[in-house]
């Protein structure tokens, strides 16, 4: 019985000492956590740097948007002002306005523009309106109404003709071997240069008809080239001219009835002026055969 007592107290001591749990102090419970809260502050943390991060793409998306918007109204304003600027030029080309600002513009650009094109050689408005200018001297001289439109028109026509007879002329002059050496050019240059009373006037009457000194050498090599090919292919030497030819040229002209004087005076001019004008049908049918083998574009 006594011994029964005594197992009965030792199994509650012991159940007594199982269930006393051991403090534990404030440091342990500061350093411990449990595995859901350390899930937690993991996600926690990583939503923060997640936001964080958005926040910083926002910006620098709101920051690009920024320049990408003010490159893009830069660009809109150019355009805007590129168009205006043309439009005033194209509306300033047509005369329908006139600031002046594009005057120089216009001008050379006009004067580079093609008047005509000969077998892709290109004949220059600034080359049609020299030529215009001068003709309208020549026939203002003799005493024709160049303010006339029928003349005007006649004097366009016939300045456009002779630049595409020249041309179709040159072409055929280097086609066949024709050259014309500097002292000839020099030559012809200083007859023209003192012919017309100097180097200054020769100078002003230059810029009165739009030409350069270049120009000029070019053409004094083109009439070398041409006259070459004329000796070669005008067969001149078969010109005839009979006495009854020479009487009615100089009475068509009014003869002494009209103030001339007598036929035997002038009778060298009547014969020079007879021959000129039969060469000159010779070297029109010489560019009608050139013309037929040729592509000539006119464009005025």
Not at 97 to 111: C, N, Y
Not at 206 to 223: P, Q
């Amino acid at each position: 019985m006594d011994d029964k007592k005594q197992e009965d107290n030792a199994v509650s001591t012991d159940t007594t000492a199982n269930n006393t749990s051991t403090p534990v102090s404030s440091e342990d419970s500061v350093v411990t956590s449990s595995p859901i809260e350390e899930v937690s502050n993991s996600v926690t943390q990583n939503e923060v740097e997640d936001k964080t991060e958005d926040v910083s793409e926002l910006s620098t998306a709101s920051h690009s948007n920024s320049k990408f918007n003010l490159r893009a109204y830069v660009g809109a304003v150019v355009v805007i002002l590129v168009i205006a600027v043309g439009l005033v030029f194209l509306l300033e080309k047509e005369g329908r306005i006139s600031t002046g600002l594009f005057t120089g513009v216009i001008e050379k650009m006009e004067a580079n523009s093609p008047a005509a094109v000969v077998n892709d050689v290109k004949i220059s408005m600034g080359e049609f309106n020299s030529s215009v200018e001068q003709l309208t001297e020549m026939s203002s001289a003799q005493g024709v109404d160049v303010a006339s439109p029928e003349v005007v028109q006649q004097i366009k026509t016939q300045a456009i003709d002779t630049l595409v007879n020249a041309e179709l002329l040159r072409q055929a002059a280097v086609n066949e071997g024709m050259t014309a050496t500097p002292e000839q050019i020099e030559t012809r240059f200083s007859e023209i240069r003192d012919g017309i009373g100097g180097a200054e006037q020769l100078a002003a009457r230059m810029v009165e008809f739009g030409v350069t000194e270049e120009s000029l050498r070019r053409d004094i090599e083109n009439e070398f080239l041409i006259q070459g090919l004329f000796n070669v292919k005008i067969a001149t030497n078969t010109i005839e001219i009979s006495e009854d030819e020479i009487l009615a040229f100089y009475n068509n002209a009014g003869g002494a009835e009209a103030g001339l004087p007598p036929l035997a005076d002038v009778r060298d001019q009547v014969v020079a002026q007879i021959r000129f004008e039969k060469e000159q049908v010779l070297i029109n049918e010489y560019l009608e055969t050139l013309k037929a083998d040729s592509e000539v574009e006119i464009l005025i």
